[in-house]
């Protein structure tokens, strides 16, 4: 559901203040997609820094960035293919089917940049799980959507205890809520949610609470990073906006840098985008200092992804590179 055609975060004065526009063009709108949470901070530094505008003019595309914020990756597709938004931001494997379904057309998917590969976490509040395999019918295992990259983790560490075929064995233990409910629902004693496969901040606040433990990680599921998010846009797009894909690239790497360099003002950033209750600005900046190298244009574990929706028949075209599925310009860099 589009939920806010406003920019995320007014642009702050006294910060890096956007190049100056040739007076010869007029800046074009562009509208990137986004969704809630930590990840999304590097889009949070390009809004407010102005960065999108900072190398777009100095491509010689002048444009004017807006941010729209969705709810969820199948709301983010919609808007992408309907033209509403020129780039959003969103899981791998729903990126990967768009790019399968619609390929050969000018509707097809390519990813643009990775934007962070923050560790989703399996967490669980009973000492007697120790593995997938002591998950009974009756223990509930919360995450955002049944579509979202955490159940792709789920799937994927099923077959590996398992094995071939065995990916949906606790497919019927999966409840989808909101992060801030899961959170709730896991902390509640007589909830029946015994799991949650969770990502920052919420495993931060799950983990300061007695008796939540992790259980995996997808770093487990993958043998290391794996990208959470990135940014795509549809083919059509990208052909008319021929260096878009440049300029993401440069503002999330410069984004990124900022992260790792000065976690005070990113952390600013992130709670003006998005005030926190239950963390407070030390604690914030802590955790950026914790995740500091899990954000950039990168993009990591796409060909595990690929193999593993076509293994499980979700998929019907082999990818032989991951790189067929991302922008030239990306797949120069020592991504995957």
Request: hydrophobic content about 45%; aromatic content about 8%.
């Amino acid at each position: 559901m589009l939920l806010d055609r406003r920019s995320l975060i007014a642009g702050a004065a006294g910060m890096i203040a956007a190049p100056a526009v040739l007076h010869s063009q007029t800046a074009a709108p562009v509208t990137f997609g986004i969704g809630f949470g930590i990840g999304f901070l590097p889009a949070f530094i390009a809004d407010q820094l102005k960065l999108f505008e900072k190398y777009g003019a100095q491509a010689g595309m002048p444009l004017s960035a807006n941010f729209v914020r969705f709810s969820g990756s199948s709301a983010m597709q919609d808007a992408l293919l309907s033209g509403s938004i020129d780039a959003g931001a969103y899981g791998v494997a729903a990126m990967l089917l768009a790019w399968e379904k619609a390929r050969g057309t000018p509707l097809q998917m390519f990813g643009v940049a990775g934007v962070t590969t923050l560790p989703l976490v399996l967490l669980t509040k009973h000492e007697r799980i120790k593995s997938l395999a002591d998950f009974t019918q009756s223990d509930k295992i919360a995450m955002p959507a049944t579509v979202s990259p955490q159940m792709y983790a789920l799937q994927m560490a099923s077959e590996k205890m398992w094995g071939a075929g065995q990916h949906d064995r606790l497919k019927t233990n999966v409840v989808s809520l909101p992060h801030p409910e899961a959170l709730n629902a896991l902390l509640d004693p007589n909830s029946e949610v015994a799991a949650y496969f969770s990502s920052a901040p919420f495993t931060q606040i799950a983990l300061r609470k007695p008796g939540i433990r992790k259980l995996l990680t997808s770093a487990d599921v993958y043998g290391g990073k794996s990208t959470f998010l990135a940014f795509g846009a549809t083919k059509k797009t990208l052909e008319a906006r021929p260096k878009l894909s440049t300029i993401v690239i440069q503002a999330m790497t410069e984004a990124a840098a900022l992260i790792r360099d000065d976690r005070k003002q990113a952390a600013a950033i992130y709670t003006k985008a998005e005030p926190q209750k239950n963390l407070s600005a030390s604690e914030i900046e802590a955790l950026i200092g914790e995740l500091a190298d899990d954000f950039g244009p990168d993009v990591h574990g796409v060909q595990k992804t690929a193999d593993f929706m076509l293994r499980i028949g979700q998929s019907k075209t082999k990818l032989a590179a991951w790189s067929d599925a991302f922008v030239p310009e990306l797949a120069r860099t020592k991504s995957d």
